[in-house]
């Protein structure tokens, strides 16, 4: 079979969902047993998200290669259960660097070098490669921003090209569109759409399909007149309202025909897909059993979508525990001095990965509250390297221990950078980024959480992307005082072997620390192991302290 190409764009305003749309087609597509892989675009000149705020463009999701990129990758991996890589996700950073470097190798042999054809034939290249890299027999590929911004044209060119090159029966084009609902005159507006394929039609694409995003689910007046007005058959034209879950999204657009539509515009055999699991995983989701409450402690708390993948990873594992996991977000800032009593009534206590001073003091307090109330805490990154720091002060002695990131003087910098980071100028790329391999020690509650038999391979693969570590000068005292380190890296050739990879503490119900991001990994019927033994002690401890408040009550 030809590798067949689905472009899906995007129009009238931006965070429209377009990620979920084109996520939501690759899980139908893999359901059929299609090898499927997806390519964001970010017409951005940043070379790769690592250099960009969260705060305004959410996480910076690694893949297992070490690219740091858009958080769309991650979606694309979690609905299509699959592992993505560095080509995946083009910039136009990325584009015109490589076009530069080979103008000035003297490459182009002395023409001129223009948008059309250097710069889109680098993209087509690009999208090309990203597809055989995968093995893939259909390539997605999202263009980001919206129709009509100046900097997605070469972008939307290029995909137009890609038509001619592989033929109409191996492409095709979505555009999803925003469908806003007017209260005044209690109807749904569909000019937005229009004009936006109007804009699209002008550079020279025709959609074949419509996905309508809308608040609830539209009339099909609404989808007659869209049709009318662009040239896209109604049957053609999908709605996808608003659900309680994204996991939800893909069984909205099977119903609706998409999945068909997409078998027969690219002569496709019709398959019945394989959607079972995913309805069942879906159906704990709105219906568990159990429900716990955990407290996160974090710096973005404004901006969930900074911490995307571990909030994924925490509803994944609550369905594994047929569990219901509410968060709530707490800003350390406000635990530095504040009442930390707060933390309390939490079922369990999650600090998550971060940068930078703020906050850090009270995240060392949830780590200490955490450890002496007997309350299961993970600590993700920063939240390891915090509750390592709170065990050097409070338990080990080391007054005033902290990490070089925050203290330089620091008496006991038990978190520290190591000399191969200190080497990296610049701050592009420059971190331990992606999978790493860590042991994992017999006879921890790491070995239990990853579920490894004693005696078999230990070896377990999570993804980094930190610039410190547990300074390895600091661990025998730390041991001596009580703490497990319970994996450390291995197997990289004398780069970073040994390194506190993960650590645990005796005597308590769940206290575990990863120096990695387990979260990146997590999918929805295969939760990250570290979440769910997490959740999994969430749940219990619940269970014990409502038997005690009972009891005492009965007394
Ligand atoms: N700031 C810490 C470091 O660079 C932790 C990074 C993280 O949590 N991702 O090591």
Known sequence: MDTKYIFITGGVVSSLGKGIATSSIGALLRARAYKVSAVKIDPYINVDAGTMRPYEHGEVFVTQDGAETDLDIGTYERFLDTDLARGNNITTGQVYQTVIEKERRGEYLSETVQ????????????????????????????????????????????IRQIRFEVGSENSMYFHVTLLPYLGTSEEFKTKPTQHSVATLRGVGI??????????????????????????????????????????????????????????????????????????EAVRILRHPSRAVTIAIVGKYVAMPDAYLSLMEALKHAGIANDAQVTLEWINAEELVEGDIERLR????????????????????????????????????????????????RNVAGLDNANSTEFDQYSPFPVIDIMPEQLEVEGLGGTMRLGNWPMQVYEGTLLEKIYGLNPGSNHVVQERHRHRYEVNPAYVDALKAAGLIVSGVTTGMAGRGEGLVEAMELPNHRFFVGLQSHPELSTRLMRPSPPFKGFIQAAVDYKCETLDKELETKSK
């Open 206 to 279: 025709q959609p074949d399909g419509i996905i309508l995003r809308s608040k609830s689910s539209t009339p099909e007046e609404v989808r007659k007149k869209i049709a009318l007005f662009t040239n896209v058959e109604a049957r053609n034209v999908f709605n996808s309202y608003d659900a309680d879950f994204v996991y939800e999204v893909p069984e909205i657009l099977e119903q609706q025909g998409i999945g068909r539509f997409i078998e027969r515009r690219l002569e496709l055999e019709k398959v019945t897909p394989e959607m079972r699991s995913w309805q």
């Open 345 to 392: 009534p939490f079922d369990g206590i999650l600090v998550p990965g971060g940068f930078g001073i703020r906050g850090i003091e009270g995240k060392v307090r949830a780590a200490q509250f955490a450890r002496e109330n007997n309350i299961p805490y993970l600590g993700i990154c920063l939240g390891m390297q915090t509750a390592v720091i709170e065990f050097a």
């Open 115 to 158: 948008v059309i054809p250097h710069v889109t034939d680098e993209i087509k290249r690009r999208i090309y490669e990203a597809g055989k890299q995968a093995g893939a027999e259909i390539v997605l590929v999202e263009v980001g921003g919206t129709v009509g911004d100046i900097e997605s044209l070469p972008f939307l060119e290029a």
